[in-house]
């Protein structure tokens, strides 16, 4: 199939409904941006998220791809990371432009196999033109996983198919949170976001089709958990730009902690498997690096 990157320029509305279904997930107290007022970093994922048409949809519910992102042989996609600036503002309820080009597609060979790097650049103009945030996305398709024998599938636990109640960060010491997950919060950030993978509500199919021990929290939303953080510090420092990287999956109920550590620019907050105070290793799921102004 013959492929070229393009450019695609949209005109696009920062919608007031996610912004708020965000807030009523997050549940921590802080009121969501009214209209006018600034968007918080990296919640136009959430304001600018559109849902594709279903004809357009592949097997694992994200777009086929060979349109806009390049036809990539490989079928399993990790939304690896990526990093932004904020030269401006963009405000809840405007009608901004949204600029966005496949920058690079890089063919690795990783420890699990062949892998193939996508970069997205996205810049985005506010209501008077003036640009407001620089963004590039990483995203990473892998080799699919050998098959999985319905016998080998754990059954879901009574954790993982209960609620807890309560808002998914939790303070936890100063500048950590626990980051409580279950399927009700993937599905809710799922929507919020018009993210249709199936790895994040489908159980059958994120075990036994892609593999996984049980349904994979959302890079994006382990990334923006981790800069509600910062909103939530009440410091009101505002960040200039920011970098994020997401390098192990996050499985639906499995303990996380968040802890963020002061840097001579800004701050560096961590997604890891176990309480950062406790003695013995922990695994780092996700980074997130912020500048202040």
């Not at 107290?29 to 559109?50: D, V």
């Not at 620089?134 to 009574?158: F, S």
């Not at 626990?178 to 809710?188: A, G, Y």
């Amino acid at each position: 199939m013959s492929w070229e990157p393009r450019t695609e320029t949209t005109e696009e509305y920062l919608d007031p409904g996610p912004v708020a279904a965000l807030t009523a997930l997050f549940d921590d107290g802080l009121p969501a941006p009214a209209p006018g007022e600034r968007l918080p970093p990296l919640w136009h994922w959430a304001a600018l998220a559109r849902w594709p048409v279903s004809s357009l949809l592949a097997a694992d519910g994200h777009p086929a791809k060979g349109d806009f992102l390049p036809p990539v042989e490989l079928p399993r996609r990790m939304f690896a990371g990526g990093s932004a600036s904020f030269p401006g503002a963009l405000r809840v309820g405007d009608t901004i432009r949204r600029v966005a080009r496949v920058e690079s597609v890089t063919e690795k060979q990783g420890r699990s196999g062949a892998l193939v790097l996508v970069v997205v650049g996205v810049e985005l103009y506010a209501s008077d033109g003036s640009l407001a945030v620089t963004e590039r996305q990483n995203l990473i398709y892998r080799e699919a996983p050998a098959p999985v024998a319905v016998a080998d599938v754990p059954a879901p636990g009574p954790v993982a198919t209960l609620s807890p109640g309560g808002p998914p960060l939790m303070p936890d010491g100063a500048d950590r949170w626990r980051l409580v997950t279950d399927p009700s919060l993937l599905m809710r950030f799922s929507a919020a976001t018009a993210n249709a993978h199936r790895i994040h509500y489908d159980w059958p199919y994120a075990t036994r089709v892609e593999g996984y021990p049980g349904l994979v929290v959302h890079g994006p939303l382990m990334t923006l958990s981790l800069a509600e953080t910062h909103r939530l510090s009440g410091t009101g420092q505002a960040v200039r730009s920011l970098s994020h990287r997401n390098s192990a999956p996050l499985f639906c109920a499995d303990p996380a902690y968040l802890a963020a550590t002061a840097t001579p620019s800004g701050k560096t907050v961590e997604v890891m498997s176990a309480d950062p105070t406790a003695p013995g290793a922990s695994r780092v799921h996700s980074t997130l690096e912020l500048t202040f102004d």
